[in-house]
């Protein structure tokens, strides 16, 4: 057996178990000692800790920036760090994948329908569908440069993942919040909409043509609507479009 030392800052902690680790001993505050075999990468020393690469944005060896191909060698000491919103890494350093120069667009998995819903009424090209098989999302993902958003540490450990990022809280309004962090959303929101429904774009349409269709106190009270034509489903700004932008303002109130 060989021995390196690893230390993980921040929330990559959260995904190490060390009772659950026979080759990770926890040996001081800050330090753990992992034992392997054979020639191994970084990437998969770190990853068979808990760790999905993803969610991995610098790896000092000794002091020097290494890449996730790089060979670990016996005594080696590693320092690893998260995505961190407020601190930019250099091109060459950081092992985060520079994301298309665009608005961001989305592919969730089975576990996260509520916060699909969320991100479309933002306006976020959002793919969702409960019956994706995890190769599907990947797929997706890397054909329409989707970012992959997960509460499946296997999924994101797929060595095909490019753009990923592993979704912590239970609740879809946190959810919605660490998205919007991690991804700067507010720079892109004003004040559209996707249906919620089938993540179809809504298009404005007379209120003549549908008002057949519409509720009396909605015919009433309204007159601005928007139509998808994907799923067949009418959107107006009611008390709905009123709670979620004043959720919006409660988790980005800049």
Known sequence: M?????????????FISVDQSKNLELIDEHY???NYRGRQTIKDRIESIGVPHPEVALILKNGEAVDFSYLVQPDDTFSIFPYLYNFDLS???SLQPEYPPAKPKFILD?????????????????????????RQIVEISIKEKRIILSRDLGLLMRKRVKWASFIRDDDPQKQLKEVFDRYSLSNYYQGESRCVNCNGELKKVDKKKI????????KKYYNDFRYCSKCDKIYWRGSHYEKTEKLLEKIAPD
């Open 32 to 34: 753990y000692l992992h």
């Open 91 to 93: 091109p060459e350093k």
């Open 211 to 218: 008002v057949e269709r519409l509720e009396p106190k909605t």
């Open 110 to 134: 089975v576990h996260l329908g509520r916060l699909a819903r969320y991100l479309r009424r933002f306006g976020f090209d959002t793919a969702y569908r409960n019956d994706y098989l995890d």
């Open 2 to 14: 060989k021995t390196i030392k690893l230390r993980f800052y921040g929330y990559l902690n959260d």
